[in-house]
Each structure stands twice: as structure tokens, then as C-alpha cells.
T-cell receptor
Framework: GAGVSQSPRYKVAKRGQDVALRCDPISGHVSLFWYQQALGQGPEFLTYFQNEAQLDKSGLPSDRFFAERPEGSVSTLKIQRTQQEDSAVYLC?????????????FGEGSRLTVL | GNSVTQMEGPVTLSEEAFLTINCTYTATGYPSLFWYVQYPGEGLQLLLKATKADDKGSNKGFEATYRKETTSFHLEKGSVQVSDSAVYFCALSVDYGGATNKLIFGTGTLLAVQP
């Protein structure tokens, strides 16, 4: 597609449920990032992939968060046993090059609400 | 550590007014600086960037100059339009020498331009 596509756009989960958020980056983009954006805050880095390799997962807040990109294109962010503090917009971004210099293309985000 | 501080909003202006959104940063190393914009219902988009001291980034009538001596990257526009209404994020990335550069964002500033 023309841009980064994320699904679902909105997700409501009961506390304790598992959720999976999908990101379709721009075709051919090497780098893929996940960010978490709490209400009224700026995006915060979660994890980074270069092709299928997860090179940096230092921002994942707990071991309930897991991300994968098995074929170097589509990526999934999984959150197990969701908690209320997980409520946020999850942003995916991609870049054509491996060393991005900060120029990323963002999707519209997946808004997760945990009740 | 690396961080970005930007002025809180909302900023409300009349059409054709002059805009300044302040941004200061703290960084180890030599950061690149960015302004991203998020229009209603859309994903974050790169507005402009500057990669070294005294560089000026510009786009769509917006400008920002990388000031190392004051660690600032203030966004300016001489005459705003209603269509500029959006949330503006200041961000930095630091080159650690070969590894990809994750973005660190400020909290965002909402700009509302009234006709």
C-alpha cells in the first residue's frame, strides 16, 4: 500500500485479555519501529526491527509485551494479560533504510483501551 | 540522558498570526533534530529536520534553526492558516555510530488556528 497500515484502529479489551496489533509497513522498508503514546504524551520507543531481526527491544515495558516480524515485512505487537496502564495508542513506523537518521513514516495507530 | 522539552499547549492563534513553538533538548553526543506534525485523523508526518548546529530546516512556510549554544530548535511560521491546526512534536535522535537512531519525542503542542 501507499502508507503504513495498522489494524485494528480501535481495540477494547478486558483486563487480563491478550491482544495483538498488526502493522503493515510500506513495501520494501527495512526498518520498523513500534511506539507507545499515552494520552497527552509524546510517542515513546518500544522496539525496533531491521528486516526480521529485532535489534532493540529496550523500550518494552514488561515481559507481557512481545513483538515479531518473522518475514521482514508485517509486524505484530502482542500484549499478554493486559492491564489498565497498557491503554494507549500504539504507533508503527517504517523507513526505507537501515540507519534511519530519524525520518520515519508513521501509521495512524491502534488505540487500545483496557477496561 | 536524552530528552526533549516543548512548550505546553494549546496555542490558539488567529489566521495570519506569527507562530513560535519552543523546543529545547538535552542530549549526549550530536543529535539530529526534527519537527513532526499530526493533523487530525492522520499519522505523524515529518515536517522538517536539521542535522547539525546552525542548520535551518524549512518546509511549508515553517522554519526551525538548530542552536547548539542554547540547545534549542524552536518552530516558527510567519503567517499561520487554519489548515495548520494540528499537534506538533519536537524530536531528536542521536547517532551512536552505525546503529539505527530511535526518535525521542517531546510531549506535543496543540495548535488551533481560528479564522
Amino acid at each position: 500500500g501507499a502508507g503504513v497500515s495498522q489494524s485494528p484502529r480501535y481495540k477494547v479489551a478486558k483486563r487480563g485479555q491478550d491482544v495483538a496489533l498488526r502493522c503493515d509497513p510500506i513495501s520494501g522498508h527495512v526498518s520498523l519501529f513500534w511506539y507507545q503514546q499515552a494520552l497527552g504524551q509524546g510517542p515513546e520507543f518500544l522496539t525496533y526491527f531491521q528486516n526480521e531481526a529485532q535489534l532493540d527491544k529496550s523500550g518494552l515495558p514488561s515481559d507481557r509485551f512481545f513483538a515479531e516480524r518473522p518475514e521482514g515485512s508485517v509486524s505484530t505487537l502482542k500484549i499478554q494479560r493486559t492491564q489498565q496502564e497498557d491503554s494507549a495508542v500504539y504507533l508503527c513506523a517504517s523507513s526505507l533504510v537501515a540507519v534511519t537518521q530519524g525520518e520515519l513514516f508513521f501509521g495512524e495507530g491502534s488505540r487500545l483501551t483496557v477496561l | 540522558g536524552n530528552s526533549v522539552t516543548q512548550m505546553e499547549g494549546p496555542v490558539t492563534l488567529s489566521e495570519e498570526a506569527f507562530l513560535t513553538i519552543n523546543c529545547t533538548y538535552t542530549a549526549t553526543g550530536y543529535p539530529s533534530l526534527f519537527w513532526y506534525v499530526q493533523y487530525p485523523g492522520e499519522g505523524l508526518q515529518l515536517l522538517l529536520k536539521a542535522t547539525k548546529a546552525d542548520d535551518k530546516g524549512s518546509n511549508k512556510g515553517f522554519e526551525a534553526t538548530y542552536r547548539k549554544e542554547t540547545t534549542s530548535f524552536h518552530l516558527e511560521k510567519g503567517s499561520v492558516q487554519v489548515s495548520d491546526s494540528a499537534v506538533y512534536f519536537c524530536a531528536l535522535s542521536v547517532d551512536y555510530g552505525g546503529a539505527t537512531n530511535k526518535l525521542i519525542f517531546g510531549t506535543g503542542t496543540l495548535l488551533a488556528v481560528q479564522p
